[in-house]
């Protein structure tokens, strides 16, 4: 049997002197309580692999005095997990860190932090963050350890999980400095200041249970500390803040009217500071600004085949986006790449709607000097019914991976996506919030109708977008040569435009309208055409009326439709839509 162990590579005989304990001259008593372990090691080894195993060992050579041979007189290791010192000696032993993991990473820095193992210390502040048992116990045990590298990765893994990670039983059980660096954090991913009021909420209830003490007002607000003044109070809208602040009571008479007063004069903070100054941070987290980009790299190209891809989470104005890849089909047959911008809202909220200005899709070339294959969509509305926009066949996939277009990284396998959003500001910029209904009504001024007149055929002026059930509109007025005309009038044309996206090729919509010039003379009458059931789809997204009206008759100040004093006319479109098909919603199932 010992000749066999000898015939072992070194690591093998050193894993077996190890695990069977033979000639031991030290013994740790490793753990705590019930989870006590005696664990037998070897001075020499341990003294050559840490200045505090060599510290420890150090004796009079002269008495030679075998200190900690017994296992009737171990070292006490009360600290230190049995299974993290063993690793930690597994380690020291043979370097194996097969045993390591997202479980035992931080109890094993620990180990390596207490006696000083530098490449240990490396190796278990390295498991990718996404596997720890607790994100949130790591980044303390980096905030302790003074590794700044480790702690900035565990701050930005929390703040692109927010949302999810406030949530959770291991935020409850951080200490009251921590809750104050992350909430002070402006890289928290998170769908609205609301998130960060309940979770600090919910983690002043729990302290309170702790220490045995009712949730009370008072109670919360010295639980919270200095980390009240963390959240940023002045971000709430001003019904959230009434319905989901004030009642809790915590914010006291002077705090309240300084955030009153920050909503009535936003763009005057400061001036009345001396009265009522404002503690509360007012600068935006990152999750509210209205600009964005995502992500995402499609690995295994040549393998992508039979599933969606998604990329991970990112928020933009308070709502979580994902790239969706699909494969999709032309009409020969030819499999092309589909993107989409999905909006990964809660499933069990119902209500939910948000606005995109614009959204620029790309799939970005590997090399600098090339150019991206573009496509942008404007004016999207994505709610509960409709999570999500895009391109059905963005490109076919021969060109995504044809070498010439620089596209797909043939030694990886692999091509990158991305997506550029422009939000509209809800607070800032008014909606037509009940784009659900089936009618509306479209207006539009010309301005400078004169000028207007004077411009080139086929010169347009196009009104705001108008959302009706769920789809946008908008008039789209034209200059145009009047039909057998021989002297060149000008008429101007009007037609109803459906402004979705020419690219996708499933929605459609059938429609009635009423197109008029507004009169603006008491008592006379609209100039009224109308048309019914058309059908509006990627293929044709406009009907109306060629020679609507010529600008003689328009701009003649007789006629009623003009307004001389303010050089303009006013059109008018009432839409009612009947049938509507468009992309279904889609889940993500991540």
């Not at 692109?160 to 059980?173: H, I, R, Y």
């Not at 600009?291 to 499609?298: A, F, H, K, Q, V």
């Not at 979705?500 to 919509?509: I, L, N, T, V």
């Not at 006379?524 to 003689?552: L, Q, T, V």
Request: glycine share 4%; proline share 3%.
């Amino acid at each position: 049997m010992e000749m066999l162990i000898m015939s072992k590579p070194l690591a093998e005989r050193m894993k077996h002197l190890l695990s069977m304990g033979e000639d031991a001259d030290v013994y740790f008593l490793v753990g705590d309580g019930d989870e006590k372990e005696l664990v037998p090691a070897h001075k020499l080894i341990l003294k050559h692999s840490s200045d505090v195993f060599a510290a420890m060992f150090r004796f009079d050579a002269k008495k030679e005095k075998a200190e900690f041979a017994s296992a009737d007189c171990p070292v006490e290791v009360p600290d230190v997990e049995a299974a993290a010192f063993k690793m930690m000696l597994s380690f020291i032993y043979t370097d194996d860190l097969s045993g390591l993991n997202g479980n035992n990473a931080m109890a094993v820095l620990y180990a390596a932090k207490k006696y000083n193992i530098p490449s240990l210390i490396g190796s278990s502040s390295q498991i990718p963050i996404s596997e720890l048992l607790n994100v949130f116990f790591a980044f303390a045990q980096a905030r302790l350890f003074d590794l700044e590298n480790f702690a900035n990765c565990c701050l930005a893994y929390i703040g692109k999980n927010a949302d999810d990670l406030l949530k959770s039983d291991e935020f409850l059980q951080i200490d009251q400095k921590l809750l104050c660096e992350i909430l002070e954090c402006d890289e928290l991913q998170i769908s609205g200041e609301i998130s960060i009021w309940n979770a600090a909420l919910l983690w002043a209830d729990e302290k309170c249970h702790e220490n045995g003490i009712v949730c009370s007002a008072e109670n919360r607000r010295q639980m919270l500390g200095p980390a009240l003044f963390k959240i940023r109070f002045p971000l709430f809208s001003q019904k959230e803040f009434l319905e989901k602040i004030i009642p809790f009571g915590i914010l006291s008479k002077d705090e309240l009217i300084a955030v009153y007063q920050f909503h009535a004069l936003p763009n005057c903070h400061g001036i009345s500071d001396g009265l009522f100054p404002m503690q509360f941070p007012i600068n935006g987290r990152i999750s509210d600004r209205t600009n964005g980009t995502l992500l995402m790299d499609i690995e295994k190209v040549s393998e992508f085949a039979r599933e969606d891809r998604y990329s991970e989470k990112v928020y933009i104005n308070g709502h979580p986006w994902r790239i969706l890849a699909e494969i999709e089909k032309k009409n020969d047959n030819e499999k092309c790449l589909g993107i989409y911008l999905l909006c990964d809202a809660p499933e069990e909220d119902f209500n939910w709607r948000c606005y995109v200005r614009s959204a620029t899709f790309r799939i970005v070339s590997q090399n600098n000097g090339a150019e991206n294959s573009i496509g942008t969509i404007y004016d999207l509305v994505f709610d509960s019914k409709l999570n999500n926009w895009g391109f059905g066949n963005f490109i076919s996939f021969a060109e995504l991976m044809c070498p010439s277009k620089e596209f797909y990284i043939r030694e990886e396998d692999k091509v990158t996506l991305a997506i550029d959003v422009t939000m509209k500001d809800e607070k800032t910029e008014k909606f037509i919030l009940d784009q659900s209904k089936s009618r509306g009504i479209l207006f539009m001024e010309i301005e400078k109708v004169t000028e207007f007149a004077r411009e080139v055929i086929g010169s347009e002026r196009k009104s705001e977008t108008v959302y009706i059930n769920g789809f946008p509109w908008k008039i789209w007025a034209e200059i145009e040569k009047k039909d057998g005309s021989i002297d060149n009038e000008k008429c101007l044309d009007i037609y109803l435009l459906c402004n979705a996206p020419k690219e996708d090729a499933k929605w459609s919509c059938k429609c009635s309208a009423t197109f008029r010039i507004v009169s603006q003379k008491k008592g006379m009458p609209d100039i009224r055409r109308e048309f019914d059931d058309k059908i509006f789809d990627n293929k044709k997204n406009h009907s109306g009326y060629a020679n609507f009206i010529s600008f003689a008759e328009l701009i003649n100040p007789s006629k009623g439709f003009y307004n001389q004093s303010e050089d303009k006319v006013t059109l008018a479109i009432e839409v009612t839509v009947k049938e509507a098909k468009r992309r279904t919603k889609h889940k993500c199932p991540i």
